[in-house]
């Protein structure tokens, strides 16, 4: 089952593209990579894809819903974007408790508390956010994506700022994820998260997929097209 479609998706901004004729597709039960360097449309495509903002032209679906029903799609997203963090003025937990209500989560407290100590930050759990470090902010980013269990789950650069004991027991958080049947797509520009991670890798390029390939080749494939 496709969970994402694009056809010839194009985001003009001004007189420049940022995703153009963009055509990809994600199995369910992925971990999918997109990786590019700063600026191939990565976030762009994340952005259009999360109904956060919409296509110049083309096509693209989520579940099967079209992004134009955008309100549809995020209730059934989990979404940490590279640069986005809580209400300044909420402390985590009353952030992570709005989320739950909203996303009408069954036993908030009991996935509250498990989210605080696998990313060990309850300590930092009435602190406001305001105050927190960009680490700690980036942790409740993460809680806020899963915490409802969605089936699929936009990651764009999500270790910003988080330590490698962390990294660690998150990624294999991910993996354990996927193997349940959920999906994952993941943008990054890191070469050794790709990987570690992913099951298959889209490279991008002047806001276009050049090539996709297995995880293990990413690095290589990268090169030899950017370095020609």
């Not at 990579?33 to 762009?44: R, S, V």
């Not at 995020?74 to 590279?82: M, N, Q, S, T």
């Not at 809580?86 to 996303?103: A, G, M, Q």
């Amino acid at each position: 089952m496709e969970v994402i479609k694009t056809i010839k998706l194009t985001k003009k901004f001004d007189k420049i593209f940022a995703v153009k004729n963009l055509n990809m597709r994600v199995e369910s039960g992925m971990f999918y990579g997109l990786l590019g360097p700063n600026g191939c449309g990565k976030t762009t495509t994340v952005r259009i894809l999360s109904g956060q903002i919409k296509p110049t032209s083309g096509k693209a679906s989520v579940l099967g819903i079209d992004v134009k029903n955008y309100i549809d799609i995020r209730k059934k997203l989990g979404v940490v974007p590279e640069e986005e963090y809580p209400p300044s003025f909420l402390t985590p937990l009353e952030y992570l408790k709005f989320v739950c209500k909203i996303r009408e989560v069954k036993n908030a407290e009991e996935e509250i508390a498990h989210w605080f100590d696998l990313l060990n930050f309850k300590e930092f759990q009435n602190v406001l956010v305001k105050d927190l470090s960009r680490g700690t902010k980036q942790k409740l980013m993460l809680a806020q994506a899963f915490i409802h269990g969605p089936t699929l789950v936009f990651l764009d650069e999500p270790f910003i700022n988080i330590d490698p004991i962390i990294q660690k027991h998150f990624k294999k958080f991910l993996r354990e994820y996927v193997k349940k049947g959920n999906t994952i797509l993941f943008c990054t520009h890191i070469m050794p998260l790709v990987k570690e991670v992913c099951d298959k890798v889209g490279i991008m390029k002047d806001g276009g997929l050049i090539k996709e390939v297995g995880a293990k080749s990413a690095e290589k494939e990268f090169f030899r097209i950017f370095e020609k």
